[in-house]
């Protein structure tokens, strides 16, 4: 597809369980961004991946989130031990690779939202 | 850091007029990029309008045009002629030329009415 591809659309389960939010950038698209967006807020900065560069994992709220960002492309955000706290709607977004890659607006996908029961 | 506001939680404006949303940021860096997402009931952040901060003409895409105001760190959004497809959340965001992140404000939610 022209866009960035989130898997799944929807996600429920339960308290306690292990979660994989998939993200498909946009092809030839280097640069790989999480947020999150919790319920009526902005989004709020998870995890960056920028070509073979180490990840800036900043954002990242506590150990139980990972990220990884297999041959460049797609990439898995990983929940472990899931809590309440973390519903929200996680949305993945790409940029292209140029010499000003700073200066590219970032596409967003349609997130998955996850609810934890 | 970098911080960004919206202080604005909700507007309304009635089809064919114009509306202006305000953001205020925060920021060390002399250069930096703003922009402006709509996010419809679908859930897609879409880009509508971004400003270098270098450039001292405000950016313009057809019905949405900013006001750039570098010394007071503010840039409003202003959209002319407002159609129903406008209503939308509105975030406002930034980006150092030196980070990776963007930093969203709290949105506004525009409701253009007929």
């Known amino acids: 597809g022209a866009g960035v591809s989130q898997s799944p659309s929807n996600k429920v389960t339960e308290k306690g369980k292990d979660v994989e939010l998939r993200c498909d950038p946009i092809?030839?698209?280097?640069?790989l961004y999480w947020y999150r967006q919790s319920l009526g807020q902005g989004l709020e900065f998870l995890i960056y991946?920028?070509?073979?560069?180490?990840?800036?994992k900043s954002g990242l709220p506590s150990d139980r989130f990972s990220a990884e960002r297999t041959g460049g492309s797609v990439s898995t955000l990983t929940i472990q031990r899931t809590q309440q706290e973390d519903s929200a709607v996680y949305l993945c977004?790409?940029?292209?690779?140029?010499?000003?890659?700073?200066?590219?607006?970032?596409?967003f996908g349609d997130g998955t939202r996850l609810s934890i029961l | 850091a970098q911080t960004v506001t919206q202080s604005q939680p909700e507007m309304s404006v009635q089809e064919a007029e114009t509306v202006t949303l305000s953001c205020t940021y925060d920021?060390?860096?002399?250069?930096?990029?703003l922009f402006w997402y709509k996010q419809p009931p679908s859930r897609q952040m879409i880009l509508v309008i971004r400003?270098?901060?270098?450039?001292?003409q405000n950016a313009t895409e057809n019905r949405f045009s900013v006001n750039f105001q570098k010394a007071a760190k503010s840039f409003s959004l202003k959209i002319s002629d407002s159609q129903l497809g406008d209503t939308a959340m509105y975030f406002c965001?930034?980006?150092?030329?030196?980070?990776?992140?963007?930093?969203f404000g709290e949105g506004t939610q525009l409701t253009v009415n007929p």
């Open positions: 977004a790409s940029s292209p690779n140029t010499r000003d890659y700073s200066n590219q607006p970032q596409h």
């Open positions: 092809s030839g698209h280097t640069a």
């Open positions: 991946f920028q070509g073979n560069s180490a990840p800036d």
């Open positions: 920021t060390s860096e002399s250069n930096y990029y």
């Open positions: 400003q270098e901060a270098y450039k001292q």
């Open positions: 965001a930034a980006k150092e030329t030196s980070g990776s992140r963007l930093t």
